[in-house]
Nanobody, 121 residues
Framework: QVQLVESGGGLVQPGGSLRLSCAAS????????MAWYRKTSGNQRELVAS???????NYADSVKGRFTISRDNAENTMYLQMNSLKPEDTAVYYC???????????????WGQGTQVTVSA
C-alpha cells in the first residue's frame, strides 16, 4: 500500500509564502517522476511543477521565478516552496508520483488527497 500525503496548505496574504510537502510512504521500491498539480474553483487542473525521471525540473510559466520544487530522496518527500503568492494561486494542490512497488515491477501513478491554498487579503 502506497500513500502520498500533502501538507502545508493554508491561508496567506498576497505576497506571502508557503511551503508544501508531499510525503510518499508504504511499499516503495523506486520513484520515477514526482509532480505538483493544482485545481482551481473552476475545476481546471494545471501542472505546477515537476521532476522527470532524470531529476530535471519543469515549471508552469505562471509560477516560474516564484515557486521552487525540491525533493529529499532519502525521505521520499517532495516540497514546493511558493513565494510572492497571488490570489490566482488559490487552488487545491495535489502531488503525484509514478513509482514501482517492487524490483522490475510496473510503474503506477499515485495521487495525494490535496491541500488547500488560499491567497487572500
Amino acid at each position: 500500500q502506497v500513500q502520498l500525503v500533502e501538507s502545508g496548505g493554508g491561508l496567506v496574504q498576497p505576497g506571502g509564502s508557503l511551503r508544501l510537502s508531499c510525503a510518499a510512504s508504504g511499499s516503495i521500491f523506486s520513484i520515477g517522476t514526482m509532480a505538483w498539480y493544482r485545481k482551481t474553483s473552476g475545476n481546471q487542473r494545471e501542472l505546477v511543477a515537476s521532476f522527470n525521471s532524470s531529476g530535471n525540473t519543469n515549471y508552469a510559466d505562471s509560477v516560474k521565478g516564484r515557486f521552487t520544487i525540491s525533493r529529499d530522496n532519502a525521505e521520499n518527500t517532495m516540497y514546493l516552496q511558493m513565494n510572492s503568492l497571488k490570489p490566482e494561486d488559490t487552488a487545491v494542490y495535489y502531488c503525484n508520483s509514478r513509482l514501482q512497488t517492487r524490483n522490475s515491477g510496473p510503474w503506477y501513478l499515485y495521487w495525494g488527497q490535496g491541500t488547500q491554498v488560499t491567497v487572500s487579503a
